[in-house]
């Protein structure tokens, strides 16, 4: 990318000064936003530590890192104006070197800010604290959570006393247009240690800028004990009074604001006189004490700080102690699994995949940790029994709910009536009257919107001695951030390209998110990971395609394999499937165009139908049996003749072809149930997409058990040798091996 043609929209300045702990990651955060058009100044403020090595490594070559190396000491703001005299971009936006930032984070405020004609533009920061000393927390809070709001120069002033109740504004990294309303490039009061942000904000807001604040938590502000703002001196706060007299300087001040600008200095004022009383406490100057005390009594007031940080001290768990920098204790390795899909127990295809991941990755010695997102697990019903297969994570919680025992019980009472309600239809429904429409379909969860509080409940939820965030379908990309180890690599897992699903067939019934999905927005959320783990490799390949920067690897589902091929009875056949649309699309076309031809053939044949699927279907023709969703599959593997998979839509790997591989089975299925893995199923099951082929391969096997057992056979040794556990997982957990990260 050349400097002279690239012209960056946003140029993002960030000030350092030996920043080594946390640089990396915050340089990361940067060149890895979805707004790509950006230019990355660091301006170094004459580091004597390896941060300058470690952001240059960090950027991997990435011509948008610009680096500016100072000499001699001259503080942030220098610093920064420095890289802002260098800057190109229309907007400019502040991060620290030890905070990081959400990868959607400059696109979504830039568009903002150019739709509602604002200058200047902040979100909301989520605080978390060194060694989980306190739980994350917003910055914002009110009104300013739930909506965009404009911020007037006085209400900007208000919300910024010193020890002042409510959330400070001048707190919040601004994203600014780099040359204001009066045509004057912005640039900071190098006087300025403390409070430069507001200097600079307000003297934008006093020249005609229009500001405007969004509630999304997109910038990540790291407390730990070398932040700047921790250390307030006495000069500093003199400072800070010589730069807010200046603002009175050159502007006509309305009343409103004037009240506003004198409430703030009084307020530094008493700051100041609090320094000088705690400092003549300390030197026993109780004389002194006393009389600064009496001449501004306010100043007592904020002894209420240093009590509260003491208590909280105090009160901090266990978990948040420290010993030489690292939290105490070993234990296994800890992996977050980030997830909004109803995961109680292997009850489809993919909660089984991802099940099975999570047992290879327990029996190599990692704590896997289910952090459910979202309340919409729940859908419509206010309960979630968990099954025995729940037992392979380390942590299991929902958002919204009480777990007692095996159960987890929603709080929303809206779940309840929505499930009364549900319950209620039914009825009516067996009764043979009509319908009232008082019940409706739950929200596809897993595609659903991020709220706030599934953003917080993330950062609080994750444990600081996570070593990587896994995410459970691409929709769960940007959650990641929000586990607050920006230092621990994201992994996605796809468990299907959901846009090639939404694309393949227009009569499939998928939910309206994923019909939605286009496959450049499903690139942009796989873009957002370190490493995207496909399920077969034809969807790894499309991947390392459209995103050639991200590391992908293959991890096809596992099962068990069976010790030798079972050759089941005449004329019984299988079919297993969750309720899913590709599984009933495909179940009709075998009822329609496959099973009347094989009844003609084998007039005794009978088809057993395990699984959800059976409540989408209105009728069973003669000769087929609804099992519903059964106890356990193992007895009926074991006596069908054959397993078929009718597939006529769908994308991923099909969990249902491994299962029945690994029992040992004759298959018969289509191109679309071998999607991904034809190279290696190509002997070991018959794969025909015309009905009348497939109807004649069925009867043919359901009558001859040696050609069924020619076929199981095929399939069991194609199961040992391509889907055992090592030769699925092994690649992920070595992967995961090569995490190592210290606190």
């Given at each position: 990318m050349s400097s002279t043609t690239f012209a960056p929209m946003v140029s993002v300045v960030m000030a350092n000064h030996n920043g080594a702990a946390h640089i990396a990651a915050a340089v990361r955060s940067v060149l890895r936003q979805t707004l790509a058009a950006l230019e990355l100044i660091l301006s170094d403020d004459c580091s004597n530590d390896e941060s300058v090595a470690l952001a240059r490594a960090a950027a991997?070559?990435?011509?948008?890192?610009?680096?500016?190396?100072?000499?001699a000491k001259s503080g942030p703001a220098a610093a920064r104006n420095r890289a802002l005299n260098a800057a190109r971009g229309k907007w400019i936006a502040i991060v620290d070197s030890d905070d990081f930032i959400h990868p959607e984070r400059l696109e979504r405020l830039v568009a903002a800010a150019e739709a509602d004609k604002a200058d200047i533009i902040a979100d909301d920061m989520l605080t978390f604290y060194e060694h989980r000393a306190r739980a994350p927390h917003a910055h914002l809070s009110g009104a300013l959570t739930r909506k965009p709001c404009w911020i007037s120069a006085s209400a900007y002033v208000r919300t910024n006393h010193l020890f002042g109740r409510g959330p400070s504004l001048g707190y919040?990294?601004?994203?600014?247009?780099?040359?204001?309303?009066?045509?004057?490039?912005?640039?900071?009061?190098?006087?300025?240690?403390?409070?430069?942000d507001f200097d600079l904000v307000?003297?934008?807001?006093?020249?005609?800028?229009?500001?405007?604040?969004?509630?999304?938590?997109?910038?990540?502000?790291r407390k730990?004990?070398?932040?700047?703002?921790h250390r307030l001196k006495a000069s500093d706060i003199d400072a800070m009074v010589k730069a807010h007299d200046r603002l009175n300087q050159g502007h006509d001040i309305p009343d409103e604001l004037a009240d506003a600008l004198h409430a703030r200095r009084a307020s530094l004022?008493?700051?100041?006189?609090?320094?000088?009383?705690?400092?003549?406490?300390?030197?026993?100057?109780?004389?002194?004490?006393?009389?600064?005390?009496?001449?501004?009594?306010?100043?007592?007031?904020?002894?209420?700080?240093?009590?509260?940080?003491?208590?909280?001290?105090?009160?901090?768990?266990?978990?948040?102690?420290?010993?030489?920098?690292?939290?105490?204790?070993?234990?296994?390795?800890?992996?977050?699994?980030?997830?909004?899909?109803?995961?109680?127990g292997a009850t489809n295809g993919s909660s089984t995949y991802l099940l099975s991941i999570v047992g290879a990755l327990s029996r190599a010695g990692f704590a896997v940790d289910y952090i459910g997102a979202s309340p919409k697990i729940f859908g419509r019903w206010p309960m979630l029994r968990l099954k025995s297969e729940i037992g392979v994570f380390a942590r299991y919680g929902v958002r919204g709910g009480v777990r007692v025992g095996?159960?987890?019980?929603?709080r929303d009472a809206r779940v309840w009536l929505a499930a009364a309600l549900a319950v209620f239809?039914?009825?009516?429904?067996?009764?043979?009257?009509?319908?009232?429409?008082?019940?409706?379909?739950?929200?596809?969860?897993?595609?659903?919107?991020?709220?706030?509080?599934?953003?917080?409940?993330?950062a609080r939820q994750v444990q600081a001695n996570t070593q990587a965030i896994v995410c459970d379908y691409a929709f769960l990309a940007p959650l990641a951030p929000y586990a607050l180890v920006p230092e621990a690599p994201a992994l996605t897992i796809m468990h299907d390209l959901m846009s090639a699903r939404a694309a393949e067939d227009p009569n499939e019934k998928v939910p309206d998110e994923v019909a939605a999905l286009t496959p450049e927005a499903e690139f942009k959320l796989l873009g957002m990971a370190d490493v995207v783990v496909a399920i077969q490799a034809g969807e790894a390949a499309k991947v390392r395609a459209a995103l050639p920067e991200v590391e992908t690897i293959v991890a096809p589902h596992f099962v068990d394999a069976v010790a030798a091929p079972q050759i089941g009875e005449n004329d019984t056949l299988l079919f297993v499937g969750s309720n899913t649309a590709p599984n009933v699309v495909g179940l009709r076309w075998f009822f329609d165009a496959v099973w009347p031809l094989v009844r003609a053939a084998r007039p005794n044949a009978e088809l057993q139908v395990a699984g959800g699927v059976a409540r989408s279907m209105d009728a069973a023709p003669e000769g087929v049996r609804m099992l519903g969703v059964v106890a356990s599959l193992e007895p009926y593997y074991r006596d069908a003749g054959v397993v078929i998979s009718p597939l006529r839509t769908g994308s991923g790997l099909k969990i249902k072809l491994i299962e029945a591989l690994a029992a040992g089975k004759a298959i018969i299925g289509t191109t679309v149930t071998a999607q991904g893995v034809e190279d290696v199923v190509g002997n070991a099951m018959i794969i025909t997409d015309d009905a009348a082929t497939f109807a004649r391969a069925v009867s043919e096997h359901l009558s001859d058990a040696e050609k069924r057992r020619i076929l199981a056979s095929g399939a069991l040794l194609c199961a040992q040798a391509n889907f055992s556990s090592e030769a699925c997982f092994g690649p992920l957990i070595a992967r995961l091996n090569t995490v190592n990260i210290s606190r």
């Amino acid at each position: 990318m050349s400097s002279t043609t690239f012209a960056p929209m946003v140029s993002v300045v960030m000030a350092n000064h030996n920043g080594a702990a946390h640089i990396a990651a915050a340089v990361r955060s940067v060149l890895r936003q979805t707004l790509a058009a950006l230019e990355l100044i660091l301006s170094d403020d004459c580091s004597n530590d390896e941060s300058v090595a470690l952001a240059r490594a960090a950027a991997n070559g990435d011509p948008r890192l610009v680096i500016i190396e100072s000499n001699a000491k001259s503080g942030p703001a220098a610093a920064r104006n420095r890289a802002l005299n260098a800057a190109r971009g229309k907007w400019i936006a502040i991060v620290d070197s030890d905070d990081f930032i959400h990868p959607e984070r400059l696109e979504r405020l830039v568009a903002a800010a150019e739709a509602d004609k604002a200058d200047i533009i902040a979100d909301d920061m989520l605080t978390f604290y060194e060694h989980r000393a306190r739980a994350p927390h917003a910055h914002l809070s009110g009104a300013l959570t739930r909506k965009p709001c404009w911020i007037s120069a006085s209400a900007y002033v208000r919300t910024n006393h010193l020890f002042g109740r409510g959330p400070s504004l001048g707190y919040l990294k601004p994203v600014f247009r780099r040359v204001g309303r009066d045509g004057a490039a912005a640039a900071y009061d190098e006087s300025l240690t403390i409070a430069e942000d507001f200097d600079l904000v307000m003297r934008l807001l006093l020249s005609g800028a229009r500001m405007r604040s969004y509630p999304e938590l997109g910038y990540f502000y790291r407390k730990h004990a070398g932040s700047i703002s921790h250390r307030l001196k006495a000069s500093d706060i003199d400072a800070m009074v010589k730069a807010h007299d200046r603002l009175n300087q050159g502007h006509d001040i309305p009343d409103e604001l004037a009240d506003a600008l004198h409430a703030r200095r009084a307020s530094l004022l008493t700051a100041r006189a609090f320094g000088d009383f705690i400092g003549a406490l300390k030197e026993r100057r109780l004389g002194a004490a006393l009389s600064i005390a009496a001449r501004r009594p306010s100043a007592l007031l904020l002894l209420r700080y240093p009590i509260r940080d003491r208590l909280r001290k105090m009160g901090a768990p266990a978990s948040s102690r420290q010993k030489e920098g690292r939290l105490e204790g070993g234990g296994p390795k800890r992996i977050a699994l980030l997830s909004r899909q109803r995961v109680i127990g292997a009850t489809n295809g993919s909660s089984t995949y991802l099940l099975s991941i999570v047992g290879a990755l327990s029996r190599a010695g990692f704590a896997v940790d289910y952090i459910g997102a979202s309340p919409k697990i729940f859908g419509r019903w206010p309960m979630l029994r968990l099954k025995s297969e729940i037992g392979v994570f380390a942590r299991y919680g929902v958002r919204g709910g009480v777990r007692v025992g095996d159960m987890i019980f929603t709080r929303d009472a809206r779940v309840w009536l929505a499930a009364a309600l549900a319950v209620f239809e039914r009825a009516l429904t067996k009764m043979k009257l009509p319908s009232l429409g008082l019940s409706k379909p739950a929200d596809y969860a897993i595609a659903a919107k991020a709220e706030r509080a599934d953003m917080l409940y993330v950062a609080r939820q994750v444990q600081a001695n996570t070593q990587a965030i896994v995410c459970d379908y691409a929709f769960l990309a940007p959650l990641a951030p929000y586990a607050l180890v920006p230092e621990a690599p994201a992994l996605t897992i796809m468990h299907d390209l959901m846009s090639a699903r939404a694309a393949e067939d227009p009569n499939e019934k998928v939910p309206d998110e994923v019909a939605a999905l286009t496959p450049e927005a499903e690139f942009k959320l796989l873009g957002m990971a370190d490493v995207v783990v496909a399920i077969q490799a034809g969807e790894a390949a499309k991947v390392r395609a459209a995103l050639p920067e991200v590391e992908t690897i293959v991890a096809p589902h596992f099962v068990d394999a069976v010790a030798a091929p079972q050759i089941g009875e005449n004329d019984t056949l299988l079919f297993v499937g969750s309720n899913t649309a590709p599984n009933v699309v495909g179940l009709r076309w075998f009822f329609d165009a496959v099973w009347p031809l094989v009844r003609a053939a084998r007039p005794n044949a009978e088809l057993q139908v395990a699984g959800g699927v059976a409540r989408s279907m209105d009728a069973a023709p003669e000769g087929v049996r609804m099992l519903g969703v059964v106890a356990s599959l193992e007895p009926y593997y074991r006596d069908a003749g054959v397993v078929i998979s009718p597939l006529r839509t769908g994308s991923g790997l099909k969990i249902k072809l491994i299962e029945a591989l690994a029992a040992g089975k004759a298959i018969i299925g289509t191109t679309v149930t071998a999607q991904g893995v034809e190279d290696v199923v190509g002997n070991a099951m018959i794969i025909t997409d015309d009905a009348a082929t497939f109807a004649r391969a069925v009867s043919e096997h359901l009558s001859d058990a040696e050609k069924r057992r020619i076929l199981a056979s095929g399939a069991l040794l194609c199961a040992q040798a391509n889907f055992s556990s090592e030769a699925c997982f092994g690649p992920l957990i070595a992967r995961l091996n090569t995490v190592n990260i210290s606190r």
